[in-house]
């Protein structure tokens, strides 16, 4: 009698699974599209993409940073000053009051640092799972996997999983994922979904992974791949 596959596994194997990744491991740079380069400023722009662009907070960040990068010159902005630099950003509003509150929990009760640890990331105004996941993966290299819709699109479209919610979908990367990939797993997930396996019309035909793709939104090839 065959083991039944644990609750969210896909059909894809063990096997295929790693050689996914180890191509993926070749024509990625594991990095974010955020730009940032303290911490505190990558949970700022982490807590701002909320169904927003990484563009969109880059070009409120480039200008928001020169003048304050810090939990006390930002909180010195206050809703109504900080409003300006982030207008442009979806749900500006409740993101400028979380960032505030954001900063004056983290001099309050972290000495203005922000903590590596996901309950006290968690309990920080704007953040939740995902965006504590990035945080704890990005700044302090812990292997955890934030999944975001690029990521539950690609793991159920390659059938390493098949589930219905984010937190599904980590557990189940969390559990297929070969160790050795699991640092960078959600940025090499993140960054195909965003510029190869898009959700319309994904670019098959220069899918590095096409060979190992049985999805059956797969399109066929119409030129080589590179």
């Given at each position: 009698m065959m083991a039944r596959k644990p609750k969210g596994f896909g059909s894809l194997d063990d096997q295929s699974i790693e050689k996914i990744y180890a191509i993926l491991a070749k024509k990625i740079v594991p990095k974010s599209d955020l730009t940032y380069d303290t911490p505190f400023e990558l949970l700022?722009?982490?807590?701002?993409?909320?169904?927003?662009?990484?563009?969109s907070v880059n070009q409120a960040t480039q200008k928001l940073y020169p003048v304050a990068n810090t939990p006390?010159?930002?909180?010195?902005?206050?809703v109504d000053g900080l409003t300006p630099y982030i207008r442009h950003i979806g749900l500006y509003r409740n993101k400028a009051k979380n960032v505030i509150e954001l900063?004056?929990?983290?001099?309050?009760?972290?000495?203005?640092?922000?903590?590596?640890?996901?309950?006290?990331?968690?309990?920080?105004?704007?953040?939740?799972?995902?965006?504590?996941?990035?945080?704890?993966?990005?700044?302090?290299?812990?292997?955890?996997?934030?999944?975001?819709?690029?990521?539950?699109?690609?793991?159920?479209r390659l059938r390493i999983a098949k589930t219905t919610?984010?937190?599904?979908?980590?557990?189940?990367?969390?559990?297929?994922?070969?160790?050795?990939?699991?640092?960078?797993?959600?940025?090499?997930?993140?960054?195909?979904?965003?510029?190869?396996?898009?959700?319309?019309?994904?670019?098959?035909?220069?899918?590095?992974?096409?060979?190992?793709?049985?999805?059956?939104?797969?399109?066929?090839?119409?030129?080589p791949r590179k």
């Open positions: 700022v722009a982490v807590v701002l993409s909320a169904q927003a662009t990484d563009k006390k010159t930002i909180l010195a902005l206050g900063c004056r929990l983290l001099i309050e009760r972290h000495n203005s640092i922000v903590p590596s640890d996901r309950a006290s990331l968690e309990a920080l105004p704007g953040v939740g799972r995902k965006t504590a996941s990035v945080v704890l993966n990005i700044a302090f290299g812990q292997p955890t996997i934030a999944v975001d819709t690029h990521v539950q699109r690609v793991a159920n919610t984010p937190e599904q979908t980590e557990q189940v990367l969390l559990q297929r994922t070969p160790t050795k990939y699991l640092q960078h797993a959600h940025h090499y997930l993140i960054l195909h979904g965003r510029y190869c396996c898009t959700a319309r019309s994904p670019h098959c035909a220069t899918c590095p992974i096409y060979d190992l793709c049985t999805s059956d939104e797969k399109i066929a090839e119409t030129k």
